[in-house]
């Protein structure tokens, strides 16, 4: 009892150590999350503290350092060769020597947070599936013959007490070399295993291996693969990239791949090929971008929605194309690197997200673990819009998940001027009520239309059509504007009093741009384009107020606009045109590349992956194609912003 008190902060777990315990070893009676990979031995410095306060000042000490053991000489070499911030200990070297506090800084953590992104709605603590671990290997001996790897299980369970351990053929290959090179001592990765799959020795290193692992998280979408490349040990980012996904020449959107695979012999297993290639490519981008070996990848996270999902894993996605759209699993999965054909280490994992249902993927469920609908008090609507939107509606008592077909129209396909965001593109819209002349503002550039200095500003790129977020301004503003009435009627000059509005046929069209005295295009919104992005922003809509009714609500308390469209969609025009319900418009936010994030959280903290596998259980899907309600919405929503709804905040 009146043995030193030892208090841990921030945790503020404590207890009474005998003089002479080891901080480290009193971190680890107390369960305080105090790191290590070498076991205490003074060689990885993963254990750093700084002594805060001790009991007993004497002239000319700090009171903290005079409650532990004096500066030895492991940490002395340690300094000398690496350097320690001032004040810090190891605290496997530091013993207990009076009363003390010890702070354990956030990078000794092992389960520390993640410096958190801007758009990032929670945070992320580190709980990797793979890590190192240090450990000194019993030499064989003639007169108690047993195997490199079973000595190596040994140590392994009695310093780190890590049992039933797997290794593959290639580890096994090279286990030999390094136990000897390393005198018996080795750093190995382990991947800790999983409710799905046995723990693993992945690498065994000579000595202390004194770099990172990295792993990988990848959100595969139908037009990019875009990966983050995250240090294991740290959290970090080391590395982000992204490439067009090379499935495009099969087909623009999913439904087309579909078919290409539907009406070619091969062609799944083509489109198979092309995107593993494709993805090898990245990975190659990715690890000579943040100069590491793709050898050092461990582990690898993947979301996509269904088709995707089914190509990527060289499952014909014949099914996903008709009624009742069966997913071959839904389930999340655990595979390796090697049988999907991705270069990553020899031994390195691949986690797949579950899928929700046959039309809302692997991608949707990464969006629900980045924003965590069923933890949110209020009533929350996710939006990832798409070619097809994927939307989850919820709060804390229940999440409900349906997908819509709105088509490529917000892409910029299938709009007479349409384009990918790209420079040159129309991006932002402004039309005068009076005069119902617009500016607008195209990717590449700061500058209006209007402002001077704008002709220099987009010299090299020109004014190449419109994308995807500014036909939903160019809709909304000429619906504001009087130039288009509620049913989606571009008026003609007399009706409208401008111009702009030119006979096309048999309806009217709307001069943005006219560029062909320089060469350039002509850029009009047609009838038949407003025609394309009522009919997605209906689907989009219609898909949110199913959820609402199944839901027995009519309004929601915010909405969270996910995806990387998302993100550059403005709050206001998507209202104005009534492609979401009606909210207050601080209530409607961004959330950035949730999936992408989604997938972080998944690498990262291995807890979340069962964590997400639960949610995914529980969200109540529902299938638009099959209900009635839906058809009804969707020609009401038809009109903009709608035939029967009114949008009283809005229009407050
Ligand atoms: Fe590795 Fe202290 S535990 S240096």
């Known amino acids: 009892a009146n043995d030193p008190l030892v208090v841990f902060t921030p945790s503020g777990k404590r207890g009474r150590f005998p003089v002479g315990t080891p901080i480290l070893t009193a971190a680890r009676q107390l369960g305080v999350d105090l790191d290590s990979v070498c076991g205490g031995r003074g060689i990885c410095s993963k254990c750093q503290i700084t002594p805060s306060y001790g009991e007993f000042p004497k002239h000319g000490v700090t009171a903290a350092a005079d409650a532990l053991s004096d ?118 990765a382990v991947h800790l295993g999983s409710r799905a799959y046995r723990p693993r020795i992945m690498q065994v290193w000579p000595g ?84 590491i070996a793709k050898t050092d990848i461990l582990d690898a996270v993947f979301v996509c929605n269904p088709v995707m999902h089914h190509l990527f894993l060289g499952i014909d996605p014949f099914e996903l194309g008709q009624a009742p759209f069966a997913l071959a699993t839904s389930d999340s999965l655990n595979l390796t690197a ?85 420079p040159g593109a129309i991006e932002r819209v402004e039309i005068d009520p009076v005069t119902k002349d617009p500016r607008f503002k195209v990717i590449g550039s700061d500058l209006w239309s209007t402002e001077d200095g704008f002709a220099e500003a987009i010299a090299t790129t020109g004014i190449t059509g419109i994308c995807g977020s500014g036909i939903i301004e160019m809709v909304a503003e000429m619906r504001l504007a009087g130039i288009l009435d509620g049913p989606g009627l571009i008026g003609s000059p007399a009706q409208t009093g401008t111009d702009r509005c030119i006979l096309d046929g048999r309806t009217y069209s709307y001069l943005v741009w006219d560029g062909t005295a320089d060469g350039g295009p002509r850029i009009t919104v047609t009838n038949r384009d407003i025609r394309e992005i009522q009919m997605a922003k209906a689907a989009l ?48 936010t961004s959330a950035g590349n949730a999936a992408g994030t989604g997938a972080r959280i998944a690498l990262l903290n291995q807890s979340a992956r069962e964590e997400i596998e639960a949610t995914v259980r529980a969200i109540h899907k529902v299938e638009t194609a099959i209900e009635p309600r839906f058809q009804e919405h969707f020609v009401n929503a038809s009109n903009i912003p709608n035939a029967v709804e009114p949008f009283p905040i809005l229009n407050s």
């Open 71 to 188: 500066w030895n000489a492991v940490e002395e070499r340690y300094k000398s060769k690496r350097g320690m911030i001032e004040g810090r200990r190891l605290g496997c070297q530091a013993q207990v020597r009076g009363d003390v506090v010890i702070d354990v800084p956030p990078e000794s953590q092992v389960h520390k947070q993640v410096v958190r992104k801007r758009a990032e709605a929670r945070e992320i603590v580190m709980n990797p599936a793979v890590k190192l671990f240090y450990v000194e290997v019993v030499e064989p001996d003639m007169h108690d013959p047993s195997g490199d790897l079973e000595r190596l299980r040994g140590a392994l369970a009695d310093q780190w007490q890590l049992s039933d351990l797997q290794i593959d053929l290639t580890t096994l290959q090279s286990l030999q070399p390094a136990l000897r090179k390393g005198g018996w001592k080795v750093t190995c």
């Open 208 to 291: 202390f291996h004194d770099a990172s692992i990295y792993g990988l998280a990848v959100d595969l979408g139908s037009t990019t693969i875009a990966a983050h490349l995250c240090d294991l040990q740290s959290g970090d980012v080391v590395a982000s990239s992204g490439i067009m996904n090379p499935q495009i020449r099969y087909g623009e959107d999913l439904m087309s791949r579909v078919s290409y695979s539907m009406m070619n012999k091969g062609g799944a297993d083509e489109m198979t090929a092309a995107v593993r290639a494709g993805m090898n490519a990245l990975f190659d981008q990715i690890a000579g971008e943040a100069e």
């Open 338 to 422: 090697a049988e999907l054909d991705l270069q990553l280490h020899p031994s390195a994992r691949v986690y797949l997200l579950p899928c929700i249902a046959g039309h809302v993927g692997a991608d949707a469920a990464a969006v629900a673990l980045s924003e965590a609908p069923e933890k949110s008090d209020d009533l929350v609507l996710v939006v990832d819009v798409g070619t097809n939107a994927e939307l989850l509606l919820g709060n804390r008592d229940k999440v409900l998940a349906c997908s819509s077909p709105t088509g490529p129209a917000f892409e910029g396909a299938q709009i007479s001027s349409g384009q990918r965001a790209a």
């Open 541 to 588: 809509y219609s898909g949110a107020r199913l959820l609402m009714d199944k839901f027995g609500v009519d309004k929601v308390d915010r909405i969270v606009l996910a995806g990387a469209f998302g993100a550059h969609i403005s709050p206001k025009h998507a209202m104005v045109l009534g492609m979401i319900p009606d909210a207050p418009l601080d209530k409607v």
